[in-house]
Nanobody, 124 residues
Framework: QVQLVESGGGLVQAGGSLRLSCVAS????????MGWFRQAPGQEREFVAG????????RSTDSVKGRFTISRDKAKNTVYLQMNSLKPEDTAVYYC?????????????????WGQGTQVTVSS
């Protein structure tokens, strides 16, 4: 089992920044891919960004490219999502997820473990 705990959400004005953190514990190993997803009210959960724990390869959805950056700190078992130039449409609950293997995926059903989510609200 892997436990994931997110933090760093909050209320911010448009154009502002937030950094989300996801700490992994339990049966962690290097053979995981990590992802950030988000879900706005009435909408499906969508992929935001992902990172391979081993290779550091990253992928992000087009709507956040140039604004969001995913990174990881192996020593701290932590994945970050730095969010800059936030827009009201970024408002959602953000979830951290982990899947076995190093291949990144944008499909939520490929992920085995999920955090509880952290609310991000961007005011206009």
């Amino acid at each position: 089992q892997v436990q994931l705990v997110e933090s760093g959400g909050g209320l911010v004005q448009a154009g502002g920044s937030l950094r989300l953190s996801c700490v992994a514990s339990g049966r962690t190993s290097s053979s995981y891919a990590m992802g950030w997803f988000r879900q706005a009210p009435g909408q499906e959960r969508e992929f935001v960004a992902g990172i391979s724990w081993t290779t550091g390869n990253t992928r992000s959805t087009d709507s956040v490219k140039g604004r969001f950056t995913i990174s990881r700190d192996k020593a701290k078992n932590t994945v970050y999502l730095q969010m800059n130039s936030l827009k009201p449409e970024d408002t959602a609950v953000y979830y951290c997820a982990a899947k076995a293997g190093t291949v990144l995926s944008q499909l939520s059903d490929r992920y085995d473990y999920w955090g509880q989510g952290t609310q991000v609200t961007v005011s206009s």
